[in-house]
C-alpha cells in the first residue's frame, strides 16, 4: 500500500507519518527509534571525520575522568556483599593453594631469589639492543677480567 511501510527494525507494517518529507524506514515504537538513532550514529562515525574526531576526543575525556580500574573501586564500595563475597572466595583459593604447597605468589614474571629448579642452563650471548622475548629467561651480565682486573676473593 502507498501509505504504509515496512519497520526496518521490528518489519511491522505500519502508516507513514506525512509530516515526514523522506522516506520512512522505522516505526515510532521506542526501540525501533533507538535502533535508527544507532544506525545513524555508526554510519556518521564510519563516513564524518568530524563527528568521529569529537566522539573519540569526548571518549577519551570520559576516560580520564574515569578510569578502569576507578570503575572497579566504586563497584566494590558500593556493592560491599560482592567485595565480601570475593574476599572470602580468594582466602579459600589462598587456604587450598598452600595446602598443596604450592606458591602464594600471583605475578608469574616475580623473579625468586631462591633457585627452585636445579639443572643445566644455558648461557647464550645477547648483543645491545637485542630483546628478550621470554619473559621467564634470567639475564646476567658477565665481564671478562684479566690483568690488573684479576680476580681477588673478598
Ligand atoms: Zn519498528
Known amino acids: ?19 515526514l518529507k523522506k522516506s520512512q524506514k522505522y516505526c515510532s515504537a521506542p526501540s ?22 569529537k566522539r573519540l576526543e569526548s571518549q577519551k575525556a570520559c576516560y ?26 580468594q582466602r579459600k583459593r589462598n587456604k587450598s593453594r598452600s595446602k598443596d604447597g604450592g606458591s602464594m ?3 608469574t614474571d616475580a623473579l625468586s631469589l631462591q633457585a627452585t629448579i636445579d639443572g643445566a642452563y644455558a648461557l647464550i650471548p645477547v648483543t645491545k639492543g ?18 690488573a682486573q684479576g680476580f681477588s676473593p673478598l
Open 1 to 19: 500500500m502507498p501509505g504504509t511501510f515496512t519497520c526496518r527494525h521490528c518489519g511491522a507494517t505500519v502508516s507513514r507519518n506525512p509530516r
Open 105 to 107: 605468589i600471583v605475578n
Open 32 to 53: 525501533c527509534q533507538q535502533a535508527r538513532k544507532n544506525a545513524w550514529g555508526r554510519k556518521e562515525y564510519r563516513t564524518n571525520k568530524t563527528h568521529r574526531k
Open 130 to 147: 637485542e630483546k628478550i622475548v621470554n619473559t621467564d629467561a634470567l639475564v646476567v651480565q658477565l665481564r671478562a677480567m684479566t690483568g
Open 64 to 89: 580520564a575522568k574515569r578510569p578502569g580500574h576507578a570503575y572497579q573501586a566504586t563497584y566494590r564500595e558500593s556493592h560491599p556483599e560482592y567485595d565480601r563475597r570475593n574476599c572470602e572466595l
